[in-house]
């Protein structure tokens, strides 16, 4: 297990509010990612980094922004929240070294409800 | 991304074994993963397969990959109640970046 731990676990929010997502990893991992999960669509990836202050969009960016000032947190924000951002938002994290299997380890997940 | 498609749902039968199908369409893929998810929590890896593989067999679990179809599979032994989860199949694309599958519902009946 990583170690990732996301904040908060369940938000409901209104439309045109800020909400801000953050992810906390303990284990040192270069690469960061954030998705969402809906249904039908299995996972997205919104943004990701590949290091601090290294950022860069997913194929589902708009209206998402995020920043990684240290390499423990990656923060995501949605400037104005709208409903269809209404999802489950997954962050992962990988070593960033060449390894066989590379794989990408998932946090709990934060259930966002925008009314 | 690259498209990943998979059914999106499977019953079977305890003790009996089941199969998840997964397709994709990058050429240059590179590995190719299952993921488990049980409900309200995050994904985690079950097993992966390198694209110049054909078959992998960790316990209860095999992989097959056919390259030339762009078609991988998951095969469960013995399917238990623990094994009632979502299955995503992902690929490694020659972008580094992991596309998923919407993901298989496998329920399992007594």
């Known amino acids: 297990d990583a170690g990732i731990t996301q904040s908060p676990r369940h938000k409901v929010t209104e439309t045109g509010t800020p909400v801000t997502l953050r992810c906390h990893q303990t284990?040192?991992?270069?690469?960061m990612y954030w998705y969402r999960q809906d249904p039908g669509h299995g996972l997205r990836l919104i943004h990701y980094?590949?290091?601090?202050?290294?950022?860069d969009k997913g194929e589902v960016s708009d209206g998402y922004s995020v920043s990684r000032s240290k390499t423990e947190d990656f923060l995501l924000t949605l400037e104005s929240a709208t409903s269809s951002q209404t999802s489950v938002y997954f962050c992962?994290?990988?070593?960033?070294?060449?390894?066989?299997?590379?794989?990408?380890?998932f946090g709990p997940g934060t259930r966002l409800t925008v009314l | 991304g690259e498209d990943v498609e998979q059914s999106l749902f499977l019953s079977v039968r305890e003790g009996d074994s089941s199969v998840i199908n997964c397709t994709y369409t990058?050429?240059?893929?590179?590995?190719l993963y299952w993921y488990k998810q049980e409900p309200g929590a995050g994904l985690q890896l079950l097993t992966y397969?390198?694209?110049?593989?054909d078959m992998k067999q960790d316990q209860r679990l095999t992989v097959l990959l056919n390259k030339k179809d762009k078609h991988l599979s998951l095969r469960i032994a013995d399917t238990q109640t623990g094994d009632s989860a979502i299955y995503f199949c992902?690929?490694?694309?020659?972008?580094?970046?992991?596309?998923f599958g919407a993901g298989t519902t496998v329920t399992v009946r007594a």
């Open positions: 992962a994290t990988e070593t960033g070294k060449v390894l066989a299997d590379n794989e990408q380890f």
């Open positions: 980094s590949y290091g601090v202050k290294d950022t």
């Open positions: 990058d050429s240059s893929s590179t590995y």
């Open positions: 284990e040192n991992h270069r690469y």
């Open positions: 992902a690929e490694r694309g020659g972008d580094y970046k992991l596309s």
């Open positions: 397969i390198f694209s110049n593989m």
